[in-house]
C-alpha cells in the first residue's frame, strides 16, 4: 500500500492557515476501500489524464486496471511525462514477464524519491483496482502536483492562490473552474453571467471550454461532481492540475514566440536589405554594361549635324544621365555599409553579396565606365574639328572645280575646229596668234588643276564621306586637261605648218592679248580670294588674314595702271584703224577678253574687297567673343577649383577634428553638407559657360589650367566624400544606442583610438585610423577581431564594435533553438501547424518556407528542423 500520508506531505499546499486537502484520507487508507462515487471519478480522471500523455505517443488505454497489467503502457507512459528512457521492456506474455515490467517501472517511481508502501508488481498484474488507482495518484502527484508546490506560489497563476485550499468543495460549483480559465483567458469565459446557483452548466462551461481551447480533456462528468456530496479530491486535484500547467506552458510558448518574432524579425528586415543591395547592384551594373559600349565608340559619323548631335547625347548623359548614378552608387555604399553595421549588432554573419556584385566589383565597373568616358569628349570634339576641315575643303574643292569646269567648257571644240584651212595667210597667222594666247592662258590654269588635285588627295587623307565622287569629278578634270593639252599641242602643229605663209598680225592686238590674258586670270584669281572661304580659330590667325588681306589692297594701284595700260592699247588699236581707215572685223581675233569684260571684272574686285573687309571684321569680333568666352569660363573655373579643393582639405580636418555629440557631429556636418549643395548652382553656371563654349567650337583656352571634366570629377568626389562622412557618424550613433554607450564612453572610445591614431594622411575621403604595432599573442588575437582582412589599420567604427560587444546583450542560436524547443513542446522537431498556431501569419510562413525537413529518430510526416534553422540565423560560429 502506498504511504498517501508521506506522498501528501509533498504535494501538500496551504495559503495561510489553511487546512491539508489530505486531513480526511485515512479512513480510505485504513479500510483498503474507495467510495463508489469517488472510485467512478477517479478512474474516468485518472484513465484521461493518462491518455493525455499516452496521445503523445501514439495510443491510450481504455480500462485503466486492465490496460496496465503487462506493464508496457506504464512503462511509456512513465517515459512520456518524465522525458526519460526506462529499462528495455520484456516482450513475453508470461505472468513473469509482465511482473518483471511492471516492477521496473515502480522501481523507477522509487528513484524519483517517491516512497512506495504496499504497492507490489502482482497487485497491478492482478488487476487490482484499489492498488493501480493509488500507483497512479502518486505518478500524478509526484509529476503533476509536486511541480506546483516545490515552485512555490510565486510562479502559481493568480487564480489557485486564490483559491482557499484544494477542497473539492471549492470546485463544486463551477466557478472556480471558470474563474481560473477567465483570469487567463478572459475571451473564452462571460464570467460575469454565470450564477452559483446553476452549478451543473458551470461546470459544463469550464470543461467545454478547457476541452476545444486549451487542449485539457474532458475528466469529469458535471453530473458526477453535483449529484456527490463530496466529490474525490484527487480527480479534482488531477483536474485541476492540467489546467496549471496547460496556463503554465502557454506563459512559456509566449515567451518563446516573442523571443523567436523579435529574431525572425532582425532577420527579414536584414534579408529585405539584401535584396535592396542586389537589386541596386545589378541595376547599377547593368546601366555601366550598357553605357561603356557607346562610349567606347569612335566610329565616326559622317557629318557636322550627326558628330554634334554626338556631342549633345554626350553632354546629356554627363549632365542628366550620369549625376543619379553617382549618387546611386555612393548610396549603394552607405547602404552596404548600415547593413553589415546592423548584421553585427544583431550578431549575424557578415553579409556577402552575390558574385559579381561586391563594392569592390561596383567600383572596378565604375573605373571602366570612366576609362571609356575618359578621352570621348575629347574625341568628339577633334572629329567634328576634322569634319569642319572636311566640309571647308570639299566646298573649296567644288568652287575650284566648277570655275575650272566653266573655264574648259567649249575648249575641245575649239581646238578640233578647221579654221585655219579656209583663212587667208593674215587669218591663219591671227590663228596662230590667238592660238599663243590660249596657250597661255591654258599655262595660267595648270596651278587651278594642281589645287583641285591637291584638295582631293588630302579630302582622301582626311577620310571624307563623299571621296568616291569627289575622286570621279577629279579625275575627270585631270583627264580633259590631259586631253587639252593634247589638242593643243595638235592644233599648234596645224598652224605653224601654215605660218610661212602668213604676215605678221597686228602688234597691238598682239601685245593687247598677251597682257589682258594674265591680267585677267589675275583678275579671277583675285575675285576667287576675295571669295574664298577661311576657317580660324583665335584672334591671332584672323588679325593675319586681315594682314594679308591689307597687303593685297595695296596692289590695287599698280593692278589698275596695268588695267589702264591695256586699255590703252586698245584705244591705240582703235586709233590707228581710224587713222589709216581701216575697217576692223569686230574684235580683236587674237583673244577673247574685250575691253568691257575687263573693266566689268575689275569693278567686281572692287567690290569684293569691301565685302572680304567686312567678312574678316565679322570674324574678327566673333573671334573676340571666343575670348570673352574663355575668359568668362576661367575666371569661375579658377574660382571654382580652388574652392572644391579646399572643401576637400576641411572635410580631412572635421573627420579628425569632430566634438561634441555625435547628434551634433552629424548636425554639423548635414550643415555642411547643405552648405556644399547650395554651391551647387556655381557648377551649373559653369556648365552653362562650358556649352557656350563648345557650341562656340573653341578648342583651348590658355587662362586656366582647369577643365571642365576636371572640375565635375572634384565636384561629384566632394559630394562622395562628405556623404560618406556623414553615413560613418550615422553608423557610429547606431553602434551606440545598439551597444547602449554613453556620451562619455564614446567620448573616451574616440581619445583613446585618437591616442593611438599616429599614421593618418590627406586622403580624397578621410576615414580615421588606428596603425597597429606588433605584438603578443593577445594582441594579435585583439586585431584578428578588429581587422579579419589583415589591412593594417582599424577603423574606429570596428575599435567601437570590440570595445562594446562582449557586454551587449544579444540573442543567441542557442536562445532561440531553447524558444523553439518550448513551441515545440520539448521535441527535437516543430510542425507546421505549431508554428501557425504560435507565431504571427508572416512569421510562421517565414519559417515554414526556410526550415528543411526533420530527419532525426521519432518523427513524424511534415517534421521541421528548427535546430539548423536557428544555427543558420547566426552562422556556424556562434556555437
Not at 485550499?165 to 470546485?171: F, K, P
Amino acid at each position: 500500500m502506498v504511504d498517501y500520508h508521506a506522498a501528501n506531505n509533498q504535494a501538500q499546499y496551504t495559503s495561510g492557515g489553511q487546512q491539508s486537502y489530505m486531513e480526511q484520507e485515512n479512513d480510505w487508507d485504513r479500510d483498503l476501500l474507495l467510495d463508489p462515487a469517488w472510485e467512478k471519478q477517479q478512474r474516468k480522471t485518472f484513465t484521461a489524464w493518462c491518455n493525455s500523455h499516452l496521445r503523445k505517443a501514439g495510443t491510450q488505454i481504455e480500462n485503466i486496471e486492465e490496460d496496465f497489467r503487462d506493464g508496457l503502457k506504464l512503462m511509456l507512459l512513465l517515459e512520456v511525462i518524465s522525458g526519460e528512457r526506462l529499462p528495455k521492456p520484456e516482450r513475453g506474455k508470461m505472468r513473469v514477464h509482465k511482473i518483471n515490467n511492471v516492477n521496473k517501472a515502480l522501481d523507477f517511481i522509487a528513484s524519483k524519491g517517491v516512497k512506495l508502501v504496499s504497492i507490489g508488481a502482482e497487485e497491478i498484474v492482478d488487476g487490482n483496482a484499489k492498488m493501480t488507482l493509488g500507483m497512479i495518484w502518486t505518478i500524478i502527484l509526484r509529476f503533476a502536483i509536486q511541480d506546483i508546490s516545490v515552485e512555490g506560489t510565486a510562479p502559481i497563476p493568480s487564480a489557485f492562490t486564490e483559491t482557499p485550499n484544494w477542497s473539492a468543495d471549492v470546485w463544486k460549483d463551477g466557478l472556480a473552474f471558470n474563474a481560473l480559465i477567465h483570469r487567463h483567458r478572459p475571451e473564452l469565459i462571460d464570467y460575469d453571467k454565470l450564477r452559483k446557483d446553476d452549478p451543473v452548466t458551470n461546470l459544463n462551461n469550464a470543461f467545454e471550454v478547457a476541452e476545444k481551447y486549451l487542449d485539457i480533456p474532458k475528466m469529469l462528468d458535471a453530473e458526477d461532481i453535483v449529484g456527490t456530496l463530496r466529490p474525490d479530491e484527487k480527480a479534482i486535484m488531477t483536474y485541476v492540475s492540467c489546467f496549471y500547467h496547460a496556463f503554465s506552458g502557454a506563459q512559456k510558448a509566449e515567451t518563446a514566440a516573442n523571443r523567436i518574432c523579435k529574431v525572425l524579425a532582425v532577420n527579414q528586415e536584414n534579408e529585405h536589405l539584401m535584396e535592396d543591395y542586389e537589386k541596386l547592384a545589378s541595376d547599377l551594373l547593368e546601366w555601366i554594361r550598357r553605357t561603356i559600349p557607346w562610349l567606347e565608340n569612335r566610329i565616326p559619323e559622317k557629318t557636322m549635324a550627326e558628330m554634334q548631335q554626338k556631342l549633345e547625347d554626350f553632354r546629356g548623359y554627363r549632365r542628366v544621365h550620369k549625376p543619379p548614378k553617382v549618387q546611386e552608387k555612393c548610396q549603394l555604399e552607405i547602404n552596404f555599409n548600415t547593413l553589415q553595421t546592423k548584421l553585427r549588432l544583431s550578431n549575424r554573419p557578415a553579409f556577402m553579396p552575390s558574385e559579381g556584385r561586391m563594392v569592390s566589383d561596383i567600383n572596378g565597373a565604375w573605373h571602366n565606365l570612366e576609362g571609356a568616358e575618359k578621352g570621348y569628349e575629347e574625341w568628339l570634339l577633334n572629329e567634328i574639328r576634322r569634319l569642319e576641315r572636311l566640309d571647308h575643303l570639299a566646298e573649296k574643292f567644288r568652287q575650284k572645280a566648277t570655275i575650272h569646269e566653266g573655264w574648259t567648257d567649249g575648249k575641245e571644240a575649239m581646238l578640233t575646229q578647221k579654221d585655219y584651212e579656209t583663212t587667208s595667210l593674215s587669218e591663219t597667222k591671227a590663228l596662230l596668234k590667238k592660238h599663243e594666247a590660249f596657250e597661255s592662258d591654258l599655262a595660267a590654269h595648270q596651278d587651278r588643276v594642281e589645287q583641285i588635285a591637291a584638295i582631293a588627295q588630302e579630302l582622301n587623307e582626311l577620310d571624307y564621306y563623299d571621296s568616291p565622287n569627289v575622286n570621279a569629278r577629279c579625275q575627270k578634270i585631270c583627264e580633259q586637261w590631259d586631253t587639252l593639252g593634247a589638242l593643243t599641242q595638235s592644233r599648234r602643229e596645224s598652224l605653224e605648218r601654215t605660218e610661212k605663209q602668213l604676215e605678221s598680225i597686228d602688234e597691238l592686238y598682239l601685245e593687247y592679248a598677251k597682257r589682258a590674258a594674265p591680267f585677267n586670270n589675275w583678275m579671277e584669281g583675285a575675285m576667287e580670294d576675295l571669295q574664298d572661304m577661311f576657317i580660324v580659330h583665335n584672334i591671332e590667325e584672323i588679325q593675319g588674314l586681315i594682314t594679308a588681306h591689307e597687303q593685297f589692297k595695296a596692289t590695287l594701284p599698280e593692278a589698275n595702271k596695268e588695267r589702264e595700260a591695256i586699255q590703252a592699247i586698245q584705244a591705240e588699236v582703235q586709233k590707228i584703224a581710224q587713222y589709216n581707215g581701216i575697217k576692223l572685223a569686230g574684235t580683236n581675233p587674237y583673244t577673247t577678253i574685250t575691253p568691257s569684260s575687263i573693266d566689268s571684272k575689275w569693278d567686281k574686285v572692287q567690290k569684293l574687297v569691301p565685302q572680304r573687309d567686312q567678312a574678316l571684321q565679322e570674324e574678327l569680333s566673333r573671334q573676340q567673343s571666343n575670348d570673352h568666352l574663355r575668359r568668362q569660363f576661367a575666371t569661375q573655373a579658377n574660382m571654382v577649383g580652388p574652392w572644391i579643393q579646399n572643401k576637400m582639405e576641411e572635410i580631412g580636418r572635421i573627420s579628425i577634428e569632430m566634438n561634441g555629440t555625435l547628434e551634433d557631429q552629424l548636425t554639423h556636418l548635414r550643415q555642411y553638407e547643405q552648405s556644399i549643395i547650395e554651391y551647387k548652382p556655381n557648377i551649373d553656371q559653369l556648365e552653362g559657360n562650358h556649352q557656350l563654349i563648345q557650341e562656340a567650337l573653341i578648342f583651348d583656352n590658355k587662362y586656366t589650367a582647369y577643365t571642365m571634366e576636371h572640375l565635375r570629377v572634384g565636384w561629384e568626389q566632394l559630394l562622395t566624400t562628405i556623404a560618406r562622412t556623414i553615413n560613418e557618424i550615422e553608423n557610429q550613433i547606431l553602434t551606440r544606442d545598439a551597444k547602449g554607450i554613453s556620451q562619455e564612453q564614446l567620448h573616451e572610445y574616440r581619445t583613446s583610438f585618437n591616442h593611438f591614431d599616429k599614421v593618418r594622411g590627406p586622403s580624397p575621403t578621410p576615414v580615421p585610423t588606428a596603425t597597429p604595432t606588433p605584438g603578443d599573442a593577445e594582441f594579435a588575437r585583439i586585431m584578428g577581431i578588429v581587422d579579419p582582412n589583415n589591412s593594417g589599420a582599424v577603423t574606429f567604427q570596428a575599435f567601437i564594435d570590440f570595445m562594446s560587444r562582449e557586454t551587449t546583450d544579444t540573442d543567441t542560436a542557442d536562445q532561440v533553438i531553447a524558444s523553439f524547443k518550448i513551441l515545440a513542446g520539448d521535441k527535437n522537431y516543430i510542425t507546421a501547424e505549431e508554428l501557425r498556431r504560435e507565431l504571427p501569419p508572416d512569421q510562421a510562413e517565414y519559417c515554414i518556407a526556410r526550415m528543411a525537413p526533420y530527419s532525426g529518430p521519432d518523427t513524424v510526416p511534415g517534421a521541421l528542423d528548427y535546430m539548423s534553422f536557428s544555427t543558420a540565423l547566426y552562422g556556424e560560429s556562434d556555437l
